[in-house]
């Protein structure tokens, strides 16, 4: 962290303009209404969360509340800086289950499911920022950060303890139709209140190939200590994804494609060679929303397997969270969603069904049924209430598992 501090400093500093002596007071003066003029937000978060393992025999139950408080500066000569404080705490079931907290944080209850959102105060958010134009942003310290839909980084917005990143990032849009992205992450500060020390690269460029559609060359260089936790390997990713929506007959029809390449860098002990593809097409018109979806994870005994461990896995592969880590022999996922957004009533709900086979040889994995449904206030605050119901397959080693949560979040 303080590497990274100093050196981001460094950088930033030299962005300064020279000012006079007879400016100084003039500058200061600014300085201190650029700090007056900063904006503070609070974000309340509460959620149960019921979990029955059929592997385990006691019913697992959460209810924490997360409050996140922070602050941004005014623009000083295109500088900003903000801070955020993150807070989550046990409303009265810290007892009926495991909370998968790093190292003092652990709860130490065994025989009851796992619901990671351990009780944590920490700083979430501390950075310096530099806005000179349109065309360049830098960010040094430590910060969210979320790449593309978060399939590889992504900040875990899910969990009540996001997941940050002591980071230098940076954002160019100085090339006509193309946004390059940018960051070098020193280290990741996990939902569980652990740390993963790294060194790496992540570059992503989003081009406008055209009016519709989007092309995104990748590459992502993921290279971590050889102390991280449960995992020694250290990747390399190479991809690109297409995005683009046609319209016809009234319908807007978003698509995606994506092809990847993983393997071995760092000092991954490990000969990896593992290649991950989607594709997904849905359909939206009026309130409603279709959407059918085939995703691969490679794997296999030979080569290895395809892992986005620093991404927010809970978006991907079912909100069940049985492949928060690839199966050895890889992953597939074919899944179709259905659902309806009432605009005027601020109301969406849908569901969703999900098929998971293998890529190479060994059993299937299984299959799930997720459901959600939400609700905006007038007064802004918002309900949500979904469930994830897996269902393995009977040469499956894992086990059937049902989950069901209902939360409120309000911000100001």
Request: proline share 3%; charged share 25%.
């Amino acid at each position: 962290m303080i590497r990274i501090l100093v050196a981001g400093c460094l950088l930033l500093v030299s962005f300064f303009p020279s000012v006079a002596a007879d400016k100084e007071e003039e500058k200061a003066t600014r300085l201190a209404e650029a700090l007056k003029n900063g904006t503070f937000k609070v974000d309340l978060r509460y959620r149960y969360e019921g979990v029955d393992d059929d592997g385990i025999a006691l019913r697992g139950e959460a209810s924490t509340l997360r409050t996140a408080i922070g602050y941004r500066s005014a623009s000083f000569h295109g500088f900003r800086a903000a801070f955020q404080v993150e807070h989550v705490t046990d409303v009265g079931l810290s007892s009926k289950h495991a909370n998968a907290g790093a190292g003092s944080l652990s709860n130490g209850v065994m025989g009851r499911p796992v619901i990671a959102d351990p009780e944590v105060t920490e700083v979430q958010q501390a950075y310096l920022e530099y806005r000179g134009d349109e065309d360049f942003g830098l960010a040094v310290g430590r910060q969210e950060i979320s790449v593309g839909d978060h399939r590889f980084i992504g900040s875990v917005p899910w969990r009540q303890n996001y997941q940050s990143f002591e980071a230098v990032r940076l954002d160019l849009k100085a090339i006509p139709r193309t946004k390059v992205l940018y960051a070098f992450l020193d280290r990741s500060n996990r939902i569980n209140g652990g740390e993963w020390d790294q060194e790496s690269h992540i570059l992503d460029v989003a081009i406008k190939a055209c009016k519709k559609g989007t092309v995104t060359p990748y590459y992502y260089v993921q290279d971590f200590d050889m102390q991280r936790s449960g995992l020694s390997a250290s990747t390399a990713t190479v991809g690109a994804r297409w995005e683009a929506t046609e319209e016809a007959g009234g319908w807007k029809i978003p698509y995606h494609l994506e092809y990847a390449q993983q393997s071995d860098a760092g000092d991954n002990p490990n000969d990896l060679d593992a290649n991950y593809h989607r594709v997904s097409v849905a359909g939206h018109r009026g309130g409603l929303r279709l959407k059918i979806a085939y995703e691969m994870l490679g794997g296999d005994l030979t080569d290895g397997k395809f892992e986005t461990p620093q991404a927010t896995l809970h978006k991907f592969n079912g909100w069940a969270d049985r492949f928060l880590r690839t199966p050895d022999n890889g992953l597939t996922d074919l899944a179709a969603t259905v659902g309806w957004v009432w605009s005027e009533r601020k109301v969406n709900a849908a569901l969703t069904f999900h098929q998971f086979g293998a890529d190479s040889a060994g059993p299937d994995h299984g299959s799930e049924f997720d459901g959600i449904v939400g609700w905006k206030s007038p007064w802004g605050q918002s309900f949500h209430a979904k469930f994830a119901v897996y269902r393995a397959d009977t040469l499956d080693t894992l086990e059937d598992v049902t989950k069901f949560w209902v939360w409120s979040g309000y911000s100001f």
